[in-house]
């Protein structure tokens, strides 16, 4: 728990400064937790999905790490509704 909410934190800090590197350094640590607790899912946004697909972008060794977010995440729309990343 206190790894997500300082993984958060981390993600708030980057996204005031702009800093893509600690963006994809926060992704990285958040993947790490999320591997080690195999029952919590990810849960991404449009917002948090655009900024991964930004950092992937940014960061070509970060790139295998995003692509296993994305394969493992269910996504919600702004409204909260489930929904398939494609539609």
């Not at 993600?11 to 996204?15: L, Q």
């Given at each position: 728990?206190?790894?997500a909410i300082f993984t958060n934190k981390a993600?708030?800090?980057?996204?005031r400064l702009e800093n893509w590197s600690l963006r994809e350094r926060a992704f990285q640590m958040?993947?790490?937790r999320h591997e080690r607790l195999?029952?919590?899912p990810w849960v991404l946004d449009d917002e948090e999905?655009?900024?991964l697909a930004g950092t992937m972008g940014r960061f070509p060794n970060f790139?295998?790490?995003g692509?296993?977010?994305l394969n493992e995440a269910r996504f919600i729309d702004a409204e909260g509704g489930a929904r398939w990343l494609g539609a």
């Open positions: 728990m206190r790894m993600m708030e800090i980057a996204d958040d993947l790490e195999v029952n919590e999905v655009r900024i790139r295998a790490a692509w296993r977010i």
